[in-house]
């Protein structure tokens, strides 16, 4: 099995930055795509970012610009970097990789248990 665990939320002032890391473990695995996701107070989980084994990433719309992620295949290791934040970025924020096993080829989805991040003044 392989585990996520988050750290870096917190809580911010609007225009402030953030990075948020997940790291992925567990023994004879390999990962491909990992990505972050958040869900705010009432609100549906909805994709923040996502990327690939080689490097190529997505955004949601509504962080384009000021979110980045990035990811270290050696150390599976996947970051959310977050600039720019508004208040509207308030949500719990959830690591997310699709991982198989060594010798396997079936393809598993994890989660990380949540960060939360705060934007306010």
């Known amino acids: 099995q392989v585990q996520l665990v988050e750290s870096g939320g917190g809580s911010v002032q609007p225009g402030g930055s953030l990075r948020l890391s997940c790291a992925a473990s567990?023994?004879?695995?390999?990962?491909?795509?990992m990505g972050w996701y958040r869900q705010a107070p009432g609100g549906e989980r909805e994709m923040v970012a996502s990327?690939?084994?080689?490097?190529?990433?997505s955004n949601g719309d509504s962080v384009k610009g000021r979110f980045t992620i990035t990811r270290d295949n050696a150390h599976n290791l996947v970051y959310l970097h977050m600039n720019s934040l508004k208040p509207e970025d308030t949500a719990v924020y959830y690591c997310?990789?699709?991982?198989?096993?060594?010798?396997?080829?079936?393809?598993?989805?994890?989660w990380g248990q949540g960060t939360l991040v705060t934007v306010s003044s």
């Open positions: 567990g023994s004879r695995f390999s990962i491909h795509d």
């Open positions: 990327i690939t084994p080689g490097g190529f990433a």
């Open positions: 997310s990789a699709n991982w198989k096993h060594t010798w396997g080829s079936s393809y598993f989805d994890v």
